[in-house]
């Protein structure tokens, strides 16, 4: 019976769809062809988050709908919109695919917004998707089986549609598995007209030159990708695996949301370049004419140190550590002496882990020499490393301070990889001959009450810091461990405005790095930095270390980190005018930050959670004002100290 229900829910959104006329001199159309297999893609939604077909492989159907923005698609948005709902108990994925050019991802959201459409909107901006499947026009629905990864059902949304949907649930194919649709707008795709030309696309003129300027960085003799890209040769061995990792939005490893922000330190590919590749790709990956430019990276190998930057003018050697095959490793944290007899300021720094297989992190500090008089210029961070970092390069115009004296302290934090090693690390200083005329800052958006419920695939976090004054963001920094999903950070200033700076639609955990602006980012006194995390703790992560378990924050791997460092510089701050009362007012903000979810300043009850839900017991008691919410005072009276905390005041980089 509930079966019938729910093919009865489809057959009305079928009647409701179609309703719509079909454009003149289309009723006729012959559907283009349907793939033999679905290929894996991921495509950003009209959300900001990433969706990953290959990911819903354990679901027993995958809908998708194409679709556009206007009035005649608005009753196909219901109609799905129905469908959604009607199975969304049974585990089936709806999804929406919008492969026109004309709508943008701001317009699809607004849209879905005002029309109720909670089924997320895939942004086919490149239309390599739609290409694919066969897409031609709106309303087209493809019934995907994941455990053959086949279309078992292509047609309009009508019974037949919810037919197949149940026959995939029931365990057998459908009795309908092919319908011609006639409704909808015909959705242009240009480069379909010119496919037949793609095996014209030229290796040496087009090709080669896309991968040499955006992958050759790594995939070089020795460099850290899995093999270098020295000949036509290889390349056409490695090219099904390439099309694959770009349509998945795994390579190259650069993650930022393209609509938002420029940064100088995009290897991102461009929308004609993904479909350069992919295109020629898919028509066979012919040589064609000309020279191979990539024959002669053949003799060339990776730098010890970043080409652009070259030889460090100071090389500090860490001590040797072995890393055991299995287990956890305690962090390890080693002291040098600081090779800096005089006060010193870096333009860049650099780390050259000796075995990146197990090295998962660097972070680290200047230690003061009790002994000694303060300091004229204050201590910090002496670099960081994480997996797929690059050069801590400081911003034109500032440097980081190295007092002289004292020691230099780095946590090394290890994972094991079930074979023995040794692991030295190097890190390479560069130093500036005269003072910079700013200080480079770093302070990290975090939440000490972080809690990811077990089995949670979508759970989200919220913190953020307050800016006491006019400051100018030089790097914008995410990190978490495995179960990070998707960040992003943005800043609302105090009459409400929000403007986003960077979106992670996918976080990889294997590649972390720090994004630049071109131009620094002014953040007026009062903006809070928001950042907003969403991490994976579901058995369908394949990454999670126990999707049993409720996490909290903890330093190792298999714990979880809510962490978002910025580095900036006050506006009102030089060399001679340092400024470390903003700092203790930024840090001070941290507090309130890291717990107010709803962003009004304030701590309600149910904003103490995680490790801090025991407080609630005590919520009245805490409430000295008794207004019902605790405010910056009543939480710093309540909270007790912490190691990090202390720290912070001290080190302008975590």
């Avoid at 608005?74 to 919109?81: C, H």
């Avoid at 390599?128 to 949304?157: C, D, H, M």
Wanted: charged fraction near 20%.
């Amino acid at each position: 019976m509930k079966r019938a229900l729910l093919a009865s829910a489809a057959v009305m959104a079928g009647v409701a769809l179609a309703g719509l006329a079909a454009p003149a001199g289309n009723a006729a159309d012959t559907p283009t062809a349907t793939p033999q297999r679905v290929d894996d893609f991921q495509l950003t939604d009209h959300t900001r988050l990433a969706q990953h077909l290959y990911y819903f492989g354990y679901t027993p159907a995958i809908v998708v709908m194409t679709r556009s923005n206007g009035a005649a698609a608005r009753t196909g948005d219901a109609a799905l919109q129905k469908l959604s709902d009607a199975y969304k108990d049974k585990g089936v994925v709806v999804w929406a695919l919008d492969s026109n050019l004309a709508d943008s991802r701001d317009a699809v959201a607004a849209e879905a917004a005002k029309e109720g459409l909670s089924v997320p909107v895939l942004m086919d901006e490149q239309q390599l998707v739609g290409e694919s499947l066969g897409v031609q026009r709106e309303g087209e629905v493809f019934v995907i089986n994941p455990k053959t990864w086949t279309v078992a059902y292509r047609g309009p949304l009508d019974a037949h549609a919810g037919q197949a949907v149940d026959a995939l649930l029931a365990g057998h194919q459908p009795a309908v598995t092919r319908e011609a649709s006639t409704a909808g707008k015909t959705v242009a795709f240009p480069e379909r007209a010119h496919a037949a030309e793609f095996a014209n696309i030229s290796y040496s003129k087009e090709v080669a030159p896309i991968l040499q300027e955006k992958c050759v960085s790594c995939h070089v003799n020795g460099g850290i990708g899995p093999f270098a890209m020295n000949s036509y040769d290889v390349i056409k061995g490695f090219s099904p695996m390439i099309r694959e990792t770009v349509r998945t939005r795994r390579m190259p490893p650069y993650f930022a949301d393209p609509h938002i922000g420029v940064f100088k330190n995009d290897q991102g590919l461009t929308s004609d370049q993904t479909k350069t590749l992919v295109h020629w790709i898919e028509a066979g990956a012919p040589r064609g004419n000309g020279p191979d430019p990539l024959l002669a990276n053949a003799s060339k190998h990776a730098p010890d140190w970043p080409a652009d930057l070259g030889k460090p003018d100071v090389i500090v050697e860490l001590p040797a550590f072995k890393v055991p095959a299995t287990g956890l490793v305690e962090y390890q944290n080693q002291q040098v002496a600081n090779p800096f007899t005089q006060d010193t300021w870096l333009r860049a720094i650099a780390m050259k882990p000796g075995d990146r297989r197990v090295l998962h992190h660097v972070v680290s500090n200047h230690i003061p020499d009790p002994n000694q008089p303060a300091a004229a210029i204050p201590g910090g961070s002496v670099g960081s490393y994480t997996p797929g970092a690059e050069p801590q390069v400081m911003a034109d115009g500032s440097g980081a301070p190295v007092p002289a004296g004292g020691k230099l302290h780095f946590q090394m934090h290890y994972t094991t990889m079930g074979k023995e090693t040794v692991d030295k690390t190097e890190v390479g200083f560069y130093t500036l001959k005269t003072p910079p005329e700013y200080i480079k800052r770093s302070a990290v958006i975090s939440t000490f009450s972080l809690y990811i419920p077990a089995g949670e695939a979508r759970h989200q976090e919220i913190a953020y810091l307050t800016f006491p004054a006019d400051a100018y963001l030089y790097t914008l920094y995410p990190h978490s461990h495995y179960r990070g999903y998707h960040v992003e950070l943005k800043a609302v200033t105090p009459d409400g405005k929000d403007t986003m700076l960077l979106s992670l639609p996918k976080y990889d955990f294997n590649w972390q790095r720090d994004y630049d602006p071109v131009k620094p980012i002014l953040v007026k006194a009062g903006t809070k930095l928001v950042a907003t995390w969403v991490y994976d703790n579901s058995e369908h992560n394949p990454a999670n270390p126990d999707p049993k378990r409720n996490v909290t924050w903890g330093e190792q791997t298999p714990d979880e980190m809510m962490y978002f460092r910025v580095n900036y510089r006050w506006a009102d701050e030089t060399v001679t005018h340092v400024r470390g009362d903003l700092q203790q007012k930024l840090f001070a903000s941290q507090v309130i930050g890291s717990l107010d979810s709803n962003l009004d300043g304030k701590i309600e009850p149910a904003e103490l959670k995680g490790p801090l839900a025991g407080l609630r017991a005590r919520f009245a008691e805490l409430d000295t004002n008794h207004d019902g919410v605790l405010d910056a005072k009543e939480m710093a009276a309540a909270m007790p100290s912490r190691r990090m905390a202390r720290a912070k005041g001290e080190t302008p980089d975590l």
